[in-house]
């Protein structure tokens, strides 16, 4: 069993900037091959940001992102980042880290089995 803790998470201005962090742990033997992060806000569906295909570092990224975001992972640490400049109001949610043990690169949900708590990111404008 894999545990992700996010963190990272805050109130900023629109146009600012936060680092979101996700901390892997547990059943470590178990090779983590595609990781990502999504968001929700109330009453909506959560929807994916960005992924990583951690054997290789191949990444993907919603449309909205335009370039603003970027999903990297230090195996070593066996920590997911996301990196976020130039949010917007409409960034603001829960965001949550998900992994899999899958060769894929995306947001079906059904490929990742291991998710965080979430840490709540707010854009002020």
């Known amino acids: 069993q894999v545990q992700l803790v996010e963190s990272g998470g805050g109130s900023v201005q629109a146009g600012g900037s936060l680092r979101l962090s996700c901390a892997a742990s547990g059943n470590t033997g178990k090779i983590i091959y595609n990781m990502a992060w999504f968001r929700q806000v109330p009453e909506k569906e959560r929807e994916g940001v960005a992924a990583?295909?951690?054997?290789?570092?191949?990444?993907y990224y919603a449309d909205f992102v335009e370039g603003r975001f970027t999903i990297s992972h230090d195996n070593a640490k066996k920590t997911l980042y996301l990196q976020m400049s130039n949010l917007k109001p409409g960034d603001t949610a829960m965001y949550y880290c998900?992994?899999?043990?899958?060769?894929?690169?995306?947001?079906?949900?059904?490929?990742?089995?291991?998710w965080g708590r979430g840490t709540q990111v707010t854009v002020s404008s």
């Open positions: 998900a992994s899999g043990s899958t060769a894929y690169l995306g947001f079906d949900l059904d490929e990742f089995n291991a």
């Open positions: 990583i295909y951690t054997d290789g570092g191949a990444t």
